[in-house]
Every structure is written in C-alpha cells, then in structure tokens.
C-alpha cells in the first residue's frame, strides 16, 4: 500500500513498492490520460511531472515517489483552464494519433517553466519524446507559440 | 522453400468479404423511408450518413478508422459541403460494423488502408450529404407548401427565396426523416465547393491535449480483469508446455490460459500483476522448424533470386529489355536492399473483450471494423447479430492494425471467463517482435545506354517476399503478387513516371517465414528507393544532371512531371546551394497520387553524419480536402520514412526478430526533424491518396543528395549498419 499525490488529489493505492508509478497512474489512481509506449524510458509518453520536474513515468518506482507532488496531463489545466500549451497544442492543431501527446505536453510545459522562451536548441536537447506520426514540425511551431504566450 | 500460411477458412472467407475494397462502390443509400430511424439519443436519422438533433447539432457518421490521418475531419467535411450545413455544429460519430451488417452494410467499407479512407468513399458520402439536403429542404418546402424551387438551403438554413421564410435543420429533421429520398442526386461541381478545399482544424484535437481522449488501451469495463501475452518467438512455432503452478499463488493472478497452439496469456486484476507474472511463469516452446532461420539464410535465399533459371512473375515489360542490354554500349549494375520494418504504432496492440454465452463484444483501435467483426465472430463462435466490436481512437496503425491477431486473442481469452470483461494488452517488446513487418527485398538494377547516352533499356529485378501470399493469397493473380509492382506499373494508380523503349520489371518471390504486413506506404518504400536512387546512377554515370535526365523521360507523363518540377523548382536546383548543402531528387507515384521530394542535406564527420535541412515535398492527389492535414502527412510520413532509412530494419536470428524496443528500433526525435515544405498541386479529376505515398519520395532523395556529398552511393537501409547517424 502506498500513498501517492496526484494532482491534488490522495491516493491510496495497493501496489507493491517497485511498481511503476506509470501503471499505479494509470490502474490503480484510474487516470488514463497518461500512456504506456515502451516500458523502458525511451519514448515518453508516460511523462509527467513530480515534484515539477518531467519523469518518465514508466520507469520510475512507487516506493520513489512518496510524499511528492505528482501532476498528470489531467491535473495541467487550472481551474479548468487549459495551460498554455494545451491551448497552443488547438491552435496549431498539433496532434495526429494523439497517443504521444499527452507525454509530449508534459515535456514541454516542464521546458518552460524553466525556460520561457526556449531556443530551437533548447527544444532539441529537452523534448526526445518519440512520435511515430511525425508531428515534430507542429510541435515546434506550437512550442514557440506558448513561449510567446 | 516458400512458408505457407495456415488458413482459417472461415476466417478467410469473411475477412475477404470484409476487405474487399471494391463492394461498397455501387452501394445504395440508405432511405430514411416512412420509418424514422433513430440515432441512440433519439435524434432522427435523415440517411445512414446524416443525423440531426433538434438543437441544429450535425452528427456525421464516419465508417471509416481515424488513427491520426485525418480522415475522420475530411470525410466530415465531404458530407457537410453537401449538406451545406454549418460547419461549426458538426460532430462526427462511428456506426458499428454490427450495425452496418445488420443494415446491409448501409456504410459501406469499413477498411482504412491504402490511403483509401478519403478517395474510395469520396463518391457515396458526398451523395449521401446531398440526399439529406434535398430531404430537408423538401421537408421546409411541404411544410411552407411552396415549391421545392423556390427553396434553398446554406449553413443549416432553408429559406424560402420569394417570402424570404427561414427554418433551421434542427426543425424540419423530424419531417426530412420521413421523406423519401430522390432517386438521384448531383453533387456538386468542386469549383463550387466552399468547405472541401480548406484546411478547417481537426474535430478530434481537444480531448488529445487533455487526456480524455480513450484509446483502446484505457478502456474500462465493470469487472473487468487484464490479460498480458506471449506468444512463440519464433514465428510459427507453438506452446510445448507451461509450468503455470509457478505462478498460481503470484499476486492479482486469476488464471492461466492458452491461447490457439502458439501463445500463453496470463489473467490477473491489473496488467502489472499479469505482466510480472508471465514473465515469471516457464513456458517450453516448440520453434515449428523455423528455429534456423537468420537474417544471412533470408538473404542468400534473395540472392538466389537473381538466377536466369529461377521463375519470376513479370510486372512490368515493353520491347527486350534483356536483348537491349546485352547489345548496348554501355551497361550500369547496381544491387540494391531493404529490411524488414515494424510499424511500432504508440499504443501497442491491445483489445478489450466481453463474452457472454450468447453475445460478444469488443472494443478495439482498428484499421478495419468490419475484419475485426468477422475474427469476433470466428473466434467467438457466435453468429453476426450476437457480435459486434466497438471501434476507438487509434494510437497509431500505418497498416499494423488491419490485422485482427489481437482481436481473436482477447476474444479467445475472454471466452474462457465468460461474464468477465477481459483487457488484453501487448508489451512494447510483444508488439516489436509479432508484427506483420514492411517485406524484405533485394533488387538488381540495369541499365543500358546506346552511343550517344541515351538509355535504351531498364531492367529492374526483385527478388522477395510478397504481402498478400500471405495475408490475401485469394489476390494473387495467376500466383503474381501485383502489390509487388507499386510505382513500377504502366499505367493505373501506382504507374512508373518513365518511357524506357526496353523495360523490364520482375520479381522473383522468396516467402520466408516472417509474417510481412502492410506498412505506411507498402511497396513504395523500396520500390522508389531502387529507382530513384538508380535513376541517379544512370544519369550520373553519363555525366548528366539528374533531373534533366529524369525530364527526357517523362514527356508522357505530365503528372509525374508537374510534381518533380514543383520540388526542383523550390529546392533551387540548378542554382547553388549554401556553403556545405547538397541536394537530391526524388519522384514516384502511389496511391493514385502523384508525389516528389527534394532534400537538402549536409554531411560531416567523414560520411557519418547527416544533417537533413529541408524536404521540399510536392503531391498530386487530384483533389484536396483539407490542405493543412495533407501538410500534416506529407511531413509525417518524412519522419516514418526517415525513421525506417536511419534506424529501421529487423533481423532475424534463430527465427525470431531481434530488435524489441525502441533502444533497438529507434525512431527520429525533434532534434532529427528537417524544416517540411509542402506544396500541394491538385489537378483534379481524380481523387488520390495522401497518407501514404510522400513517405517514399523522402529516402531516395536524402541519399541522392548524400551521393553528390561523399561521392559514395548507399544502396541498403538503415544507415545505422553503415555507421551513418543523425547529425
């Protein structure tokens, strides 16, 4: 049994301590929002933020993660407000399939809160999130867009 | 030795009924008739296509599969021109392959491949938005009792030109529903259209940046328990034995269950337990004979493809190729390779099943409702009006998800806890190593030049595997497999872009025993890396410039031409290019779409690092619907293909595939995108594909660009085996 925080919300959930925190999110709290891809770090769609910071969800434990903040793609709108890269994510009509987006988000708005105006380097170095559609092009596009926001 | 499929029978018979592609041309309208049909919330139905809610709500259905393409948006947007609806009250909702079978397949074709959605149910939609027009502004006009003449109807309102009289749809949809539809409907003239053409935004973007968005793979069910798979590595193979005490007591495990002759599924509360506990649980297996086979006994089986004595099936021919050859002045060999691909859609393959003793259902991401349907039927052993399978959202299909593989598995499963809804989802690594993978060919390129350098004749030999051997033998034609020839026919949808006075194009089938599968773009991939890249060589190895070589030979073939001329013209060809740039050509067609590239590249690191810069990529697809998603495709399809050239290909050991993540199988990241360019030439009067075909344009043109570089010419895929890498 463990405890875990997400957004805002306890949860009490009956997994062992080595259980990715992913599939706690995702069975257990019942937030499906956040996805499985690779089970191995590699892609990111399981991305989300603890303690602000963007983990791949997948590989990180349940025992790790105790006591900390856990925000998921349905805890980043405020008050119902959409963040602003989800709002730049509609402007620029940036998803295809949709399945990396919610891991894609997750990075970025973890980009900006520690750099506002991001560099096309700065997205190159931070954001390795796999997309088989290829929205790269979009995501660049809606990135600058939410950085100038 | 070719591999022979073993054939469900019934399944085949009505997963052919189901993808045949061909049926749903001809295909009545359903009439509203004296009865009105009603949607689930009441809503009257005014055709099969068209429900309207009092509240002037459009809900459009959609058959077929939206898995990113966007097709869900332009099909939409077909009906709405029609029905002159508004726009902005347009939502769109899928009808189920049970309902359709109930209906006489009232929708038509369900199947979402071959760059089909758009262009193959084009005609019907449209009619069908048309048909509900006339039927509501019949409805206005009775009730006005004037003249249907004097009505028109836009933006969901029907006015009544001479009293200037308006109603809405949303209250004349009851009425509409009940009248009978005309016989006959025009469509309009595409001059006149004003919502086909425009890139309006998606209908299904919100709920994708905000995690509501359900896929297959969150589905939730009261009761329902999740199931996690193997299957035999080796393709082939089967289940000798499983030591399932081991597990009995691991915690959340329910049951153990064995699935046909080849796989193991574990049963548990949540997939994590059932994930943990198959990889604890000893399981034998049996290698089906395929156990020796490797990537180095598939490619010496290829090689001996390219034996005079060895049978091949003809594609393509005019004059004597071999004759031209062996006279000419000069002669130009290549051998050229591509591998084995797996799609590795995002959401891995997963289904959700309910099995009850006297009704299935299912809820899946799928590529084609309607197969899905027929393996629930099959593997559920009920008949049609017990089944039906819910589609979702797909994570991803690119071909892998019109298979049903993963259907009939969570049905078998379910069937064996009958009452309990049963979640089945693969692991990354099940999903890499069970795939229906873009086939392995290797390809002999000649050509032969007279005296004065011109080239005489083209002699293209394929030695590999065929798709549909396996997965559509009932499509082979007198044994040839004509996917094989895609962009290399004389005419028709995939027609070669060049006049060759002696041209020979065949392929010598090698089936090994690797399942191969429909992968974004098919043949193309590799059909038009072997011949652009081989275009290159020949006019090189004249001393010409590559794209004035490609004009000579494509004076009749304007289309081909218009969308090589389009790239070369933006790239700049013929003028210089930055300090340190090299550029490449490509053109092909495919999908019924005429399609071109062109790359700008730089090189560093002696060879081994490739910048990519910029693709200009151009495409003729008749008609555009939605211009801002072809963009969409045009560079997404870049990124799978680029994907496939630098880090792709699956080999094969000890009969199995060896990549099983994407630390294995990787895929281009942001950093690896090159700035897209898409120029969109719709010519009309045809009505092509646009998912698909610019993917093959993409690999051609890099590595024609890398020649020019390095002076070294790659003539095999991924570039990792050749220690070239992303700059």
Known sequence: MANLTINGKSFDVDVEPDTPLLWAIRENAGLTGTKYGCGIAQCGACTVHVGGVAMRSCSVMVSEVAGKKITTIEGLADNGNLHKVQQAWIANDVPQCGY???????????????????????????????????????VREAIHAAANA | MNHIPKLDRRAFVIGSAALGSGLALGLDIPLGGPTVVRAADGSPEINAWVVIRPDDTVVIRIARSEMGQGSLTGLAQLVAEELDCDWSKVTTEYPTPGQSVARKRAWGDFSTGGSRGIRASADYVRKGGATARAMLIQAAAEEWKVPVSECIAANSVVTHTPSGRKTTYGKVAEAAAK?????????????????????????????????????????????????????????????????????????????????????????????????????????????????????????????????????TYIGNENGDAKAAIAGAAKKVEAFYDYPYQNHATMEPMNATALYTADRCEVWCGTQNGEAAFAATLEASGLPADKCDVHKLILGGGFGRRGQTDYVRQAVLIAKEMPGTPIKLLWTREEDMQHGY?????????????????????????????????????????????????????????????????????????????????????????????????????????????????????????????????????????????????????????????????????????????????????????????????????VAGSFVYGLSGLFYGGCTVKDGRIEQANFDSYNSMRIAEMPKVESIIIPSGGFWGGVGEPTICVAAPAVLNAYFLATGKRIRSVPLKDQNIAFA
Request: glycine share 8%.
């Open chain 1, 100 to 138: 990396c987006q919610s891991g894609m988000i997750m990075a970025v708005a973890a980009l900006l809160k520690d750099k506002p105006k991001p560099t096309d380097d700065d997205i190159n170095e931070a954001i390795t999130n796999i997309c088989r559609c290829g929205t790269f092009q979009q």
């Open chain 2, 179 to 311: 009248v009978s539809p005309p016989a006959d409907v025009k469509v309009k003239d595409p001059k006149d259209w004003k919502l086909v053409g425009k890139g309006v935004k998606r209908l299904d973007t919100a709920d994708k940046t905000t995690g509501k968005m359900l896929y297959g793979i969150d589905m939730k069910l009261p009761g329902m328990l999740n199931a996690a798979i193997k299957q035999c590595p080796v393709f082939g193979g089967k289940v000798k034995s499983f030591d399932e005490a081991k597990i009995a007591n691991m915690k959340g495990v329910k049951k153990v269950v064995k699935v046909g002759e080849s796989t193991v599924a574990v049963v548990a509360d949540t997939w994590w337990h059932a994930k943990t506990a198959l990889d604890a649980l000893p399981i034998v297996w049996d290698d089906g004979g395929n156990g020796q086979v490797s990537s180095a006994s598939i490619a010496k089986w290829l090689e001996e493809g390219f034996d005079p004595s060895q049978p």
């Open chain 2, 437 to 633: 993978y873009h086939p392995v060919t290797r390809c002999k390129m000649t050509g032969a030049f007279d005296a004065n350098n011109n080239l005489t004749a083209l002699h293209m030999r394929i030695s590999g595997q065929s798709i549909l051997f396996t997965l559509r033998p009932e499509a082979l034609v007198n044994g040839k497999d004509p996917v094989t020839f895609q962009g290399l026919n004389a005419s028709g949808e995939t027609a070669i872009g060049y006049s060759v006075p002696n041209l020979l194009i065949e392929h010598s089938m090698r089936n090994p025993h690797v399942p191969p599968g429909f992968w974004r773009g098919v043949n193309v991939n590799h059909n038009a890396i072997y011949l652009e890249c081989f275009m290159d060589e020949l006019a090189q190895s004249v001393g010409q410039d590559p794209l004035e070589f490609r004009r000579k030979l494509m004076s009749k073939h304007p289309k081909h031409l218009a969308v090589l001329n389009a790239v070369a013209e933006r790239i700049g060809w013929g003028t210089p290019a930055p300090q340190g740039v090299y550029r490449g050509l490509a053109q092909f067609m495919g999908f019924n779409s005429y399609v071109a590239g062109a790359a700008e590249i730089s090189v560093t690191d002696n060879g081994s690092k490739i910048k990519v810069h910029r693709i200009v990529g151009a495409t003729d697809p008749g008609y555009a619907v939605n211009p801002a998603q072809i963009d969409r495709q």
